[in-house]
């Protein structure tokens, strides 16, 4: 198992910005995907955005042009810049980390956007 650690998620309105953050805990493989997803109730999890430890990134449509990933691989963390928030991006945010065949999530952030 490696923890994931989340931080960042909150209360913001319409236009506004957040900025998440996620670290990993222990010596992990240094060949990864990191990224973000969310689920708001009654809905699949979906993905949001994903980093490999080659900084090969992927959206998903609905963020595109708002929201950014990155990564800080000495430090086991991986982060995602959203900007010009709207209400429909209101969900938990999880953070996901895959290794080989195996994931992990993390516990998951709130993410509430007021319109």
């Known amino acids: 198992q490696v923890p994931l650690v989340e931080s960042g998620g909150g209360l913001v309105q319409a236009g506004g910005s957040l900025r998440l953050s996620c670290a990993a805990s222990g010596n992990i493989f240094r060949i990864n995907t990191m990224g973000w997803y969310r689920q708001t109730p009654g809905k699949q999890r979906e993905l949001v955005a994903t980093s490999t430890s080659g900084d090969i990134t992927n959206y998903a449509d609905s963020v595109k042009g708002r929201f950014t990933i990155s990564r800080a691989n000495a430090k086991n963390t991986v982060y995602l810049q959203m900007n010009s928030l709207k209400p429909e991006d209101t969900a938990v945010y999880y953070c996901?980390?895959?290794?080989?065949?195996?994931?992990?999530w993390g516990q998951g952030t709130q993410v509430t956007v007021s319109s």
């Open positions: 996901n980390l895959k290794i080989g065949y195996n994931t992990y």
